[in-house]
């Protein structure tokens, strides 16, 4: 059935026409009062000359400093594996990437010539052994035939010049004998280190020679490369080689190395290498740091960010980092003093690390400008409109580590006017 509305045309235009009209009056309501909120705050900060600021205290604590560089994984060691005898590949007992022992069989050659003059070597010995058995008997009857003055001393001479030119013939031949013997064990060759083998260039029935001529490509039958455990290579500035050398001379330095990957968790080391020389090019100096690689995560080639901590700041003054501003001629901050005025107080900012920087200059408890310094100037009146937390359950600055080395947050280094840390 149809509903037949009575209502006239000129009431329901009229009820469509109010609807917009009351929402439009609410939104003008609204922007009024926010406009009339903004223009009474204006005015009473106008009216008492001064801006708004956050502001936060000085707080002392130990900081370490924390370095950072990218680091460059490199094998601990690599061996290429050559032949050292002329032969035919019998046997290849590896397959390219397998990870062997130290003297793990690697290759068997064909050492049938190695054989031979082993034994021939061995037959030469037996030979010259006779010989000089027999010499030293008709020594011993010349011997006596010079006593009884039946032979002259010059035959008596030859016959003991016999027996020492045998016995050096026989020294001769036990030697060749020797070296034929270790000729012949070179037809194993096995794994001079524990690692990962690269890839094979040899086949059996391949001809090696220890001259470095391959039929195939290059006088390296396999290299082995040892990952576990591997190194990482990484630079600093000089500035921070006193204090490496300190902390190193100390005891072990823990280093930890990052991956670019997600859900990665640090791997830890410690630092084994300093370099004896800066590079004058860069004015870095060169450093090796040593980690376990049980699980193969660090492959060689790889980059990885390093970081370590050789040295604390011990009571280190700290403020926020956005607290430091940068004048035409120095670092300053604006302290808030009597009548909550500021001044421009000149600093040296040691270190920038966390969200925090260790400065000089400034005492301790000091409330300084963290937010709102873009207006002011010294002299300038403030209203502390909230302060920024500097402190956590243990006493530290919010954002400090703990006072420990190895861990991987960055930090930035930034040198005072004398140049140091």
């Given amino acids: 059935m149809e509903v037949v509305s009575h209502e006239k045309p000129s009431a329901r235009a009229k009820r469509r026409m109010w609807i917009p009209i009351a929402v439009i009056s609410l939104i003008a309501l609204a922007a009024g009062a926010w406009i009339w909120h903004v223009q009474s705050t204006a005015a009473s900060t106008k009216g008492t000359g001064a801006f708004q600021v956050v502001s936060a205290p000085v707080t002392q604590t130990d900081v370490s400093v924390r370095l950072t560089a990218n680091g460059t994984v490199s094998a601990l060691q690599t061996v ?17 990437g397998q990870f062997v022992r130290k003297d793990d069989r690697l290759f068997t050659l064909d050492t049938r010539t190695e054989d031979a003059n ?72 096995t794994a001079p280190i524990a690692g990962r083998t690269g890839a094979i260039v040899v086949y059996p029935g391949s001809l090696v020679q ?56 640090d791997l830890k080391g410690r630092l084994v290498f300093i370099d004896n020389a800066v590079d004058t090019a860069s004015g870095t100096i060169r450093l090796k740091a040593e980690f376990s690689n049980a699980d193969h995560r660090l492959w060689p080639g790889m980059f990885v960010t390093v970081a370590l901590a050789p040295r604390t700041l011990v009571g280190a003054l700290t403020v926020p980092a956005q ?21 421009s107080l000149p600093v040296n900012v040691r270190l920038i690390q966390d969200g925090f920087a260790v400065v000089e200059g400034i005492a301790l408890g000091a409330r300084v400008v963290v937010e709102g310094a873009q207006n002011l100037r010294p002299g300038s ?8 937390a500097t402190g956590n359950k243990d006493g530290k600055p919010a954002g400090h580590a703990p006072s420990t080395t190895g861990t991987t947050d960055k930090a930035t280094v930034q040198p005072n006017s004398t140049g140091k840390q």
Avoid: C, W
């Fill in 210 to 265: 220890p001259n470095g001529a391959l039929t195939t490509s290059g006088a390296v039958l396999v290299s082995i490369t040892q990952i576990d455990p591997i190194n990482v290579s990484f630079t600093l500035s000089e500035r921070e080689l006193a204090g490496l050398q300190q902390a190193f001379a100390k005891g072990e330095v823990p280093v930890s190395a990052k991956l670019d990957l997600a859900d990665q968790t």
């Fill in 323 to 343: 607290a430091v501003q940068t004048g035409p001629e120095n670092k300053f901050l604006y302290v808030i003093g009597e009548g909550s005025k500021v001044a």
């Fill in 381 to 388: 009146a403030v209203v502390e409109a909230g302060g920024i």
């Fill in 80 to 96: 290429d594996v050559r032949p050292q005898i002329s032969a035919t590949v019998k046997v290849v007992h590896i397959k390219e």
């Fill in 118 to 189: 082993l034994s021939k070597a061995e037959a030469q010995v037996v030979k010259d052994r006779a010989d000089l058995i027999n010499a030293e008997r008709n020594l011993e009857r010349e011997r006596g035939l010079l006593r009884q003055e039946y032979v002259s001393q010059a035959e008596f001479d030859t016959a003991q010049n016999l027996v020492d030119g045998l016995r050096g013939q026989l020294a001769i031949d036990l030697a060749s004998m020797e070296a034929s013997r270790v000729a012949r064990s070179f037809d194993e060759i």
